[in-house]
């Protein structure tokens, strides 16, 4: 455990305060020695804390929820401010998506967004659902194996795809936005662009999933803000080159600054902080072992105070680790990486494989029910 602050020396006034909950589970943690994490059913009895000053580490070290009190009281009172806000961030219940005609999700346990690619090279599925027969079949596929979300992309952000233009990706989406209105869901459309946004919001889909964040194009704070959720991921780099070399000085608390800068950009240009959901973008612009590093330390987005959202279904990092070349073919992978997150909080779990992704989450979440 972390030694008396008193012993490190002087803080910064200026430092950067970040909070991690670790020491996690579910069934058999002791109320009152724990916290819950975002409101679900995953508690945390302990914390690391890292203090950052000049981009680099001053501090790290884990703490007992027991001690919490004594911890803050240490602190300058600008670190104070920012450790009652991100512990408040960590604990708070995380709000209830509402979604038209007064549908809406709950967070209390973790959702499935299924994914549904209409692009002729998407890493593991291209040009398997391009026509308007089987984009629609497969939708509703999607939904009945139990995703509570259909994420629908018409331009594969794979490591090394170029740009598609506006006008392919619109006709691309033409067949599933002539049918969203007959879908059992809700339908988020995964793309960088401010016209497809727009014409996907138009066409009833709900919610927007930027992999860049609302950053690539200089329209999209304006047309997601007409959503009802917007997913905010992080990457590094475009597609065609976010997969050289790619670096970091702090793989962890660099992404956490670069969503915690996008959401606050988000909110300043008018979008409700409730709408947004966070992705630390597993597999974009990151060798696996920042991904490693990223999963290992999800937990700490929590302090964002906002949804977390993971994908890792058949990423190449499950290749490398499983040793299994065909995308196709990491389910086993893909549903271990999966739960991992889900243990530390995620609260979106997007996935190629819904059927055995409910299934998964539903033995999770049995476990949660358990005694103590």
Known sequence: ?????????????DVKLYLRPTALGRAGLDMALSLSLGGGTVRFSSLELILKNDGKR??????????LTSLKDQLPEAAAKQFDQVLDHLTSPRQDLQLAHGASLSFATPLVMGILNITPDS???GGDFFDAGSVKKRAVEIFKSGANILDVGAESTRPGASEVPVEEELARLKPLFEVIGDLPGPVSVDTRKAAVMAAG????????????????????????????????????????????????????LDVYDYLEGRIEAAVAAGIPRQKLMIDPGIGFGKTTAHTLELLQGLSLFQGL???????????????????EKNPKKRLASGLAAALLAAGHGAQIIRTHDVAEMRQALAVFNGFGQGAG
């Open 1 to 13: 455990m972390g030694e008396n602050l008193s012993t490190f020396g002087a803080i910064p006034k």
């Open 58 to 67: 001053l501090y790290q070290g884990t703490f007992p929820v027991t001690s």
């Open 123 to 125: 890493f593991s599925d």
């Open 201 to 252: 919001l138009a066409a009833g889909a709900e919610i927007i999933n930027d992999v860049s964040a609302l950053s690539f194009d200089t329209g999209a704070l304006e047309a997601a803000n007409a959503a009802s959720g917007i997913v905010l991921m992080h990457t590094r780099g475009d597609p065609k080159t976010m997969q050289d070399n790619p670096r970091y000085q702090d793989v962890l």
């Open 305 to 323: 105070g906002r949804p977390v959202l993971i994908g890792v279904s058949r990423k190449r990092f499950l290749g490398e680790l499983g040793g």
